[in-house]
């Protein structure tokens, strides 16, 4: 399984970024998406989880602000960031868990500047 992430940059506080994970999996549909970030020096963590039949879940510092969605035709899952704030920056990962194996994208950093 392959995820390739893309779609972050730079933007200013306040601004608005989506960011794209393509699965080359053709079970991409059966399975949940979560899309997790690490800020420098910190852990990752948890931002934003789907399910395999669109329920979301996203964590109470970016609830209101990003909203996780994916179309299973394009086999993609995307994280689209509004009202962005300098502590977002991170880089972004997606994920999923396949028989209790995680795979991860190679990452996208946003970067929000003040």
């Known amino acids: ?16 970024l989506r960011l794209s994970c393509a699965a080359s999996t053709s079970i ?7 899309w997790y970030r690490q800020a420098p020096g910190k852990e990752r963590e948890l ?3 789907i ?5 979301t879940d996203v964590v109470d510092s970016v609830k209101g602000r990003f909203t ?3 179309d299973n035709a394009k086999k993609t899952v995307y ?8 502590e977002d920056t ?12 995680n795979y991860w994208g ?9």
């Open 106 to 114: 190679q990452g996208t950093l946003v970067t929000v500047s003040s």
């Open 51 to 55: 399910s395999s039949v669109g329920g």
């Open 28 to 34: 991409f549909s059966t399975y949940g998406m979560a």
């Open 1 to 16: 399984v392959q995820l390739q992430a893309s779609g972050g940059g730079l933007v200013q506080a306040g601004g608005s």
């Open 79 to 86: 994280l689209q960031m509004y009202s962005l704030k300098p």
């Open 47 to 49: 931002v934003a989880r």
């Open 90 to 101: 991170a880089v972004y990962y997606c994920n999923v868990r396949i028989r209790q194996i």
């Open 68 to 70: 996780i969605s994916r």
